[in-house]
């Protein structure tokens, strides 16, 4: 009797071994899926980096051009007309000003 309860529990195991496996490739699936989104939110903030970057060599510029002696606190209407045709700028250039109003 006991022979056949260790034949049954290996024929168990046997048989819950190919859910084990497919269980496996989906976490594995999964995982592969979080280090994409990973990767690029890492690249969405190197390029938001970037742009802050230029935007802080912009406004020395600006400054050295006598535009406004305090950036931090440039209405809409100041920072459009000194970006003229670079909406990507102006738009990284007005989250810099958010991120550091208060600052």
Do not use: C
Request: zero cysteines.
């Amino acid at each position: 009797m006991a022979e056949v309860k260790n034949f049954l529990l290996e024929r168990r195991k046997l048989i819950s071994s190919p859910t084990t496996i497919s269980d496996l490739k989906q976490e594995i699936n999964n995982l592969k899926e979080d280090i994409h989104r990973l990767i690029e939110k890492n690249v969405t903030i190197e390029i938001t980096l970037d742009n802050i970057e230029s935007d802080e060599t912009f406004m020395a510029s600006a400054l050295k051009e006598g535009k406004r002696k305090n950036m931090s606190w440039m209405s809409l209407e100041d920072v459009i007309p000194l970006l003229l045709g670079d909406p990507l700028k102006a738009s990284s250039m007005l989250t810099y000003k958010l991120l550091h109003v208060g600052h």
